[in-house]
Each structure stands twice: as C-alpha cells, then as structure tokens.
C-alpha cells in the first residue's frame, strides 16, 4: 500500500512538472528522438542515404523492432490491432486524382523515397477537408494528400514535401502498430499495478488535463500557390477520410515532426515545414475532434521551435 501511494506521488510529481514546463517536456522529447549521429553526417544532395541513416540508426525504432520479434503478448496484440486498420486500395479508389500523379511520383524522387524500396506511394485524393494522412495498404502504406488541402493559400511543392515527410515518418516507422504497442503494454503495467494505482492516476490525469491538456501518453515510459490540381468533382467521389483518422501516441507524433523537419532542414526548407503546419492550421485539429490527446498543431510548431531555438538539447 506504502509503494502504491508513493508511485502515485511520484507520478504526480512528474505531471505536474512537465504541464508547468513543456520546454522541459520538448527538451526530453528532443534528446530521446532525434536524428543519429549518422544522419547528420550525410553530405548534402543524398536524400536517399539520409533516409537510410534515420531508419537504420534510430534508436527508438530499433527497440521497437527488436521488441516485436519477440512476439508475446503485448507485440501479439499491436499485430491484432494494426491488422484491423482499414486498407487503401488504389487500383479501385475512383477519388484519387490519377491526373497529379506525375506531380506525386515525381516528388517522391526528388525526396529519395522510391529508392528505399520502402512500397511507398504518393497520392492525391478529392476531399474537401484540407487533410494529410498515412493510410496503410496490402503490401507498405501511401501518404495521401487532399485536394481540399492542396488548394489552399500558401501551399507550394516545398511545402507538399513537408506533409510527405511527416507522412513518410509515420509509415516508414510504422507508427500504427507503434501506437498500439505503447497502449498494450502501459495497460499490462497498470493491470500489474493494481486497481488503486490505475484510479488514482485516471484521476490525477484527468485533474491535469483539465487544467493544462498536455499528452498524458508522453509521461508513460505566407507563400503565391504554386500547385495546379486539375480535379474532375463529378467523375471522382469525395473520398472518406475519417476511415483513416488514426489517434497515433502523442510523442510519436512529436517524433514524426521532428524527423521530418529535420529531412526538411536537411533539403534546406525547413521554414517550409513550419509553414505547412501553420497553413494546416486549428481547422485540422477539429478534424480530430476534442477527444483527443494528440498535439495541437500549435503544439506541434512550438516544439520545433524550441528545437530550432535549442540545440544543445539534441543527442546529435
């Protein structure tokens, strides 16, 4: 009984502190995903060799993969879970706009994604939601941009290139099942901890969120538009993005920005990024509704400015 209220402590200590000091809560975040060392050593017009170093040399993912071998109850679980998740079918989907195509594939090359092998791909689809996404298919996933986006204010293909670079991050990554692995085993671990220890900390969580809505999950372990989409409404049907909608644990959303800015960064657009979250903008969080953990896209600039602001706080 002792050592359940002083975990309980302890915890609180811990969420107090970070709701009061996010920096405190980015400088963690920073030091535990950014880029290796190996990536950051990549000479410049090697896009494909600085994707190469990021996947090969992350720490975290690394762990992960070695986590999932093993195959018990936890990583049986996240492979249930991820199994579930709707598929895109693009050979049948009628909304993906085949005339950007071209526009998409030829992104993918200059990003050095293709030569990865990864069985990624690049599309645009009608939607009136200015929305991005990584959609999982039957052989790797596709990142999907809509058009409700793409015609927005300020969207030029540097600025496309961010949004593929989250989503490329997220895929690449394999964030699904990531996100479903963390909440298995958090739930294993509250189920060991006993039923005082898992209400008082809904409790104390609930408390803190009411006050500061900073990610619980964490605690646990303007520019002329330049694109011309050329889209045929009455031929393709709006497509269902909220099929997709995915709640991805809260610091893997913080990696995946992270990352990607740093491939933007690295391309020597990393303004760019940070346009293309602010012309994402509120409207994309209402997207996801108030249910929701996940980092606000105002969250999401903050922390990249912090890390732009903070390079000491890198492990690079």
């Not at 200590?13 to 709701?19: H, K, V, Y």
Request: hydrophobic content about 40%; glycine content about 6%.
């Amino acid at each position: 009984m002792k050592k359940r209220i002083f975990l309980i402590i302890a915890l609180a200590a811990t969420l107090i502190a970070n709701a009061a000091n996010p920096d405190r809560m980015y400088r963690k975040l920073i030091e535990k995903y950014d880029i290796p060392a190996a990536a950051d050593t990549v000479a410049p017009g090697d896009p494909t060799a600085f994707w190469t170093a990021v996947i090969d040399y992350d720490a975290p993912y690394t762990d992960f993969l070695n986590d999932m071998a093993k195959d018990r109850g936890a990583e049986k679980e996240a492979r249930q879970e991820t199994a579930k998740l709707p598929r895109l079918y693009p050979q049948y989907d009628q909304s993906i706009v085949a005339g950007m195509q071209g526009y998409c594939d030829s992104l993918l090359t200059d990003m050095g994604i293709p030569a990865l092998g990864r069985n990624c791909a690049l599309y645009v689809v009608d939607s009136d939601q200015a929305n991005t996404f990584t959609a999982l298919t039957d052989n790797g996933f596709a990142i999907c941009i809509t058009t409700g986006l793409m015609g927005r204010k300020g969207v030029t293909r540097d600025v496309v290139m961010g949004y593929v670079a989250d989503g490329f991050v997220h895929g690449v990554m394999q964030m699904h099942a990531q996100s479903f692995y963390a909440r298995a085993k958090k739930d294993r671990k509250e189920k060991l901890m006993g039923g005082l220890l898992v209400a008082g900390t809904i409790g104390l969580v609930a408390t803190l969120e009411a006050i500061d809505p900073t990610p619980a999950d964490d605690y646990y372990d303007y520019l002329d538009n330049d694109v011309d989409v050329d889209v045929n409404v009455d031929v393709a049907p709006q497509f269902p993005t909220p099929k997709f909608f995915f709640k991805y644990l809260p610091e893997l959303e913080y990696e995946a920005d992270l990352l990607a800015y740093r491939f933007m960064e690295y391309m020597g657009k990393g303004a760019d990024y940070i346009n293309g979250l602010k012309i994402l903008g509120s409207s994309y969080d209402a997207l996801y509704g108030k249910d929701t953990d996940q980092p606000t896209i105002q969250e999401r600039i903050n922390f990249l400015e912090y890390a732009t602001a903070h390079p000491e706080a890198s492990r690079r």
